[in-house]
């Protein structure tokens, strides 16, 4: 019914920066909130931050605010994470997530995952 699929990653050095892409598609007639969520190896995945859809505020984990920005563009049903100054400590496997409900706890739909490395 919806699909998220994220893109963007790749093998990086630290202090470079990227852009990170998710596309939704199928019927998306609304979302509440999307979400990028990042899973290092031997961790749980932990929240990045997320955007309200009709508004655009954001929130951020203090450990990537100023680094992070959240954007989304809803003609294209796109939502970006661009990360500056990366550094190892960011590589992970980076998700994305919709909310289509105010009221269900938790996020509906999931991609698949982009790598992010980053190399010393």
């Known amino acids: 019914q919806v699909q998220l699929v994220e893109s963007g990653g790749g093998l990086v050095q630290a202090g470079d920066s990227l852009r990170l892409s998710c596309a939704a598609s199928g019927r998306t007639f609304s979302f509440y909130a999307m979400a990028w969520f990042r899973q290092a190896p031997g961790k749980e995945r932990e929240l990045v931050g997320h955007i309200m859809w009709t508004s655009g505020r954001t929130n951020y984990a203090d450990s990537v605010k100023g680094r992070f920005t959240i954007s989304r563009d809803s003609a294209k049903k796109t939502v970006y994470l661009q990360i500056d100054s990366l550094k190892p400590e960011d590589t992970a496997v980076y998700y994305c997530?919709?909310?289509?409900?105010?009221?269900?706890?938790?996020?509906?739909?999931w991609g698949q995952g982009t790598q992010v490395t980053v190399s010393s």
């Open positions: 997530a919709a909310d289509d409900s105010p009221y269900n706890i938790g996020y509906d739909y």
